[in-house]
């Protein structure tokens, strides 16, 4: 006998697996906390879960990857954090994210395997979600093997976390 969850994964229905209960926003700081400025996002996350104490729905994540797919899918709202070489002389830029739209920074590189169009096309076919869908990249430039964000990107980050209270009060 055919698992039904089976079935609708390869096509053979058009309805979303598992659309759940929607909550309001998902914050995701994406790095590694290893690798100086590569580590904003995590901090960044973590400094918001300390200041809404838990009442913020947040993740850490390493590098991005389908599997998150389904975890997205139950948010209204998606904010990831990563660190990201800005052209412009900005300490951080907020970039709406589409599915199926790649986000290709300034200098044209992107490290992650994968692209986060991929995960929210995945997630919006599959799950049924999630809604709006933003990247906050805090400036970066200093990728060397130190636990410590460069002064610069530190600067950055304060700056980016003020933005944040702010973004995550209205959402949340």
Request: glycine share 8%; aromatic share 8%; hydrophobic share 45%.
């Amino acid at each position: 006998m055919m698992d039904n969850r089976a079935v609708r994964l390869y096509g053979e229905t058009s309805t979303p697996l598992m659309a759940g209960p929607r909550q309001n926003l998902l914050v995701i700081g994406i790095g590694n906390s290893l690798r100086e400025d590569d580590g904003v996002g995590i901090e960044l996350v973590r400094r918001l879960k300390d200041h809404f104490n838990a009442s913020l729905n947040c993740l850490e994540v390493y590098e991005p990857d389908i599997v998150l797919a389904q975890e997205i899918a139950d948010f209204d709202d998606l904010l990831i954090i990563d660190a990201l070489v800005i052209s412009e002389n900005l300490p951080f830029k907020l970039v709406p994210l589409s599915a199926g739209e790649s986000f290709v920074p300034a200098g044209g590189f992107i490290s992650h395997v994968f692209d986060w169009s991929v995960i929210l096309a995945l997630s919006r076919n599959l799950f049924a979600g999630p809604g709006e869908a933003n990247l906050l990249g805090v400036s970066a430039s200093s990728f060397g093997l130190s636990e410590k964000l460069s002064a610069e990107c530190a600067a950055n980050a304060e700056e980016a976390f003020r933005y944040l209270l702010d973004y995550c009060s209205e959402v949340r």
